[in-house]
């Protein structure tokens, strides 16, 4: 019965009950030529539960679909700074009411 119990615990706490979809875009700097874009993409695809990345080098920026119960966009911005192109979380409007 505890270990039941326990198990079922566990499965909770892997797999939380109020993970949501989000997405969020970042302004990315130093990105200054063609390869900067993979190298960008590289760094965030690695993180644990991002879905989706689509950078614009014109626009410098970068869209990231991730399961806010795995990722934060704190973790998105660091994992960009460390691989040489600081982030920041561009404020969206057609977000905020999901929140
Ligand atoms: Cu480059």
């Given at each position: 019965m505890k270990i039941k119990l326990l198990s079922l615990m566990s499965v909770f706490l892997m797999q939380p009950l109020f993970a949501t979809e989000r997405s969020v875009t970042l302004d990315v700097q130093n990105m200054t030529c063609a390869a900067c874009p993979i190298t960008v993409k590289k760094s965030l695809a690695n993180?644990?539960?991002?879905?989706q990345v689509t950078i614009s080098y014109a626009d410098k920026t970068a869209e990231v679909s991730y399961n806010d119960a795995l990722t934060t966009p704190d973790t998105l911005t660091d994992a960009t700074t460390n691989a040489g192109y600081p982030s920041t979380v561009q404020e969206d409007k057609s977000n905020q009411q999901a929140k």
């Open positions: 993180i644990e539960g991002v879905s």
